[in-house]
């Protein structure tokens, strides 16, 4: 059976205030899915300050050898689902210490923030940047698509 690993990154500690005043600051998102062959699915990941907490655990989740991530899921554009995969791809040493095979996201160019912004554009642009840098290729998730790994249909 699968295993969840839910991260407890640390800005995930964060215990201010959840408003538009004070910003929203403390979520830090991040699960490792470990298949029952060791294969590795992660879930973004939290902040770029997060990036060597998640590469610790994706380590002794694999003995100790190099993990390579089969698929990573940025589940949408915000700093602190991808920012860990983000600081993983332009640091040459985190880089080495993981192989990513696929990511998967979707960021909507047409969507705009509360401003009329198009907010979408820079993480789409980082994403391939990301893309670039570790050598993962795209997978573009569809409505009635599905991902098999393992025992796992997601």
């Not at 470990?34 to 973004?44: A, G, K, M, P, Q």
């Not at 940047?129 to 698509?145: F, K, V």
């Amino acid at each position: 059976m699968a295993k969840l690993i839910q991260l407890c990154t640390s800005a995930s500690l964060y215990d201010g205030a959840f408003d538009n005043e004070s910003g929203w600051s403390a979520a830090g998102m991040g699960d490792v899915i470990v298949t029952d062959n060791n294969r590795f699915i992660v879930i973004d990941g939290g902040y770029a300050e997060d990036a060597e907490q998640i590469l610790d655990i994706l380590e002794r989740s694999s003995g100790g050898a190099r993990p390579s991530v089969d698929l990573w899921i940025i589940t949408h554009s915000h700093v602190d689902h991808y920012g860990a995969l983000m600081k993983i791809s332009e640091d040459p040493a985190l880089r080495e210490r993981v192989e990513i095979k696929k990511l998967c996201y979707y960021f909507p160019r047409e969507f705009r923030d509360r401003g009329g912004k198009y907010c979408n554009i820079p993480a789409i642009a980082k994403m391939e940047q990301i893309a670039d840098a570790t050598g993962a290729e795209y997978l573009c998730p569809s409505l009635d698509g599905e991902i098999t790994l393992d025992d796992l249909k997601l």
